[in-house]
């Protein structure tokens, strides 16, 4: 029997929305009900993750992940976030120890979260080879779907600060997949994105009508990546006609909100998520 839910997304602090959308009906299985009081794929439903480390999802390059599931859980489709951590695309590594709580945070919500490693370029082109490299680990995901029970049509790239940067050119800059083509013949773009504290250098550019809503949340007080470098991505995703949501944040923190922020961020993260599916 299925049963039906209502959303009503709460009013979130200093949330900018520019195509607001209409409270939607989600359809959730009996297998999928929530294990302690909350919506699933919104609220910390699970008390408990477990995790496979080390996945190789491109050995061409030696590149690995971490899957992090729900448990108990008997959910056959799962929603699947792809996160790519910070550093300045020199540094950081998917098992750094907030990189570890935002995955756990997710799982607890009801996802299955992939935290990868990716190939590591530098300022100039990181953001190209990050990119490519988290649409080659969602290629390899939707591959072993069956084996990890993944929903292939709802799949989510996030990141932060270079990470960030990274999700945004995996869902919008096209033509940098070229540089990872392992796990070929599955589809290598997101149906949603988010991040936080990064910024797309040519968003202007490169994204188009038509591509995955996008979700910015950025500290306007951010040192490290200047909040008017956000601006300008959000600022381009609207005039391509993009679906835009943002949680601009004043305070608290300067930069990498999946760390200081983390349970606001990902609360507002996961409820613009459900909202879009």
Known sequence: MKKLVLLLLPLLLMCDRATPPEPVEHLVGDSELAQVAGVRYVDLVFTATTKISNVTY????????????????????RWLVVFAHGGG?????????KNVTWAKDMAKRGYVAAS??????GLLVGEQYGGADMCAAIRFLRSKSALYKLDTARVVTFGGSAGGSSALACAYWQEIRRLNTSNAGFNS???????SAGYL??????MQAGEPPLFMTHCKNDS???????????????????DTTSFWQSGGCSHALIGCCLSATNKA?????????
Do not use: H, M
């Open 116 to 121: 990868i490693n990716y190939r590591l370029k």
């Open 58 to 77: 491109d050995a061409g390059n030696g590149l690995k992940l971490d899957l992090y599931f729900p448990s108990p859980d008997t959910a056959t489709k």
């Open 189 to 195: 773009a997101p149906n949603l994105c988010g991040e």
């Open 89 to 97: 695309f020199t540094s950081g590594d998917k098992a750094d120890s």
């Open 269 to 277: 993260l996961a409820s613009w998520i459900y909202s879009r599916f």
């Open 224 to 242: 490290t990546v200047p909040f008017a470098l956000a601006l300008s991505t959000f600022n381009a995703a609207g005039v391509a006609g993009l």
């Open 201 to 206: 250098q040519n968003a202007a550019s490169v």
